[in-house]
T-cell receptor
């Protein structure tokens, strides 16, 4: 099946720094989704991308749907302590469109 | 207000003792999913219901079953939990299976097997 390769695995940054993470696939996706998961909670949808080349913002978060449809990136500007968590990219796979996830990027923010 | 509600938040069961996890939704979504998430891993789809139509993933063990008695509720039954089944179980819903219909997750049930 399709796989999503997410990098980096983890990041340790200082409060106020910008963050960038990305997700790649060997096959084409029609949708890219970015979720954030806090410890002990379920994933929460941050941004949904539906069109190649699309650039979408949600507050300090910006995500882009790569033009090749095989990648996406998520940027966080001016990070704050509550940005701590695991960020997952996800996309629908196969004829039924079941969502598959990347392995996540664990973000730690030092105040 | 929470729209996908999972109960309980924490469940402890004994090895081999059947356990049921529940999920309810107020979104009136057609599709309900169950994911298993082990520590430091991505969520993995076990199965989903599209309305009343049950769709099992090929690699989901027979030990895992599901029921959806109505639109709002869906249950995950683990017939004989093993130590390897300890995980966070996430329920999610979506309006349809179309790629532009994102999933909405509950807060999960963390299962411990002793």
């Amino acid at each position: 099946g399709q796989q999503l390769n997410q990098s980096p695995q983890s990041m340790f940054i200082q409060e106020g720094e910008d963050v960038s993470m990305n997700c790649t696939s060997s096959s084409i996706f029609n949708t890219w989704l970015w979720y954030k998961q806090d410890p002990g909670e379920g994933p929460v949808l941050l941004i949904a991308l539906y069109k190649a080349g699309e650039l979408t913002s949600n507050g300090r978060l910006t995500a882009q749907f790569g033009i090749t449809r095989k990648d996406s990136f998520l940027n966080i500007s001016a990070s704050i302590p509550s940005d701590v968590g695991i960020y997952f990219c996800a996309g629908p796979e196969g004829s039924q469109g079941n969502l598959i996830f990347g392995k996540g990027t664990k973000l730690s923010v030092k105040p | 207000d929470a729209m996908v509600i999972q109960n309980p938040r924490y469940q402890v069961t004994q090895f081999g003792k059947p356990v049921t996890l529940s999920c309810s939704q107020t979104l009136n979504h057609n599709v309900m999913y169950w994911y298993q998430q082990k520590s430091s891993q991505a969520p993995k789809l076990l199965f989903h219901y599209y309305d009343k139509d049950f769709n099992n993933e090929a690699d989901t063990p027979d030990n895992f079953q599901s029921r959806r008695p109505n639109t709002s509720f869906c249950f995950l039954d683990i017939r004989s939990p093993g130590l390897g089944d300890a995980a966070m179980y996430l329920c999610a819903t979506s309006r349809s299976r179309a790629s532009n219909s994102p999933l909405h997750f509950g807060n999960g049930t963390r299962l411990t097997v002793t």
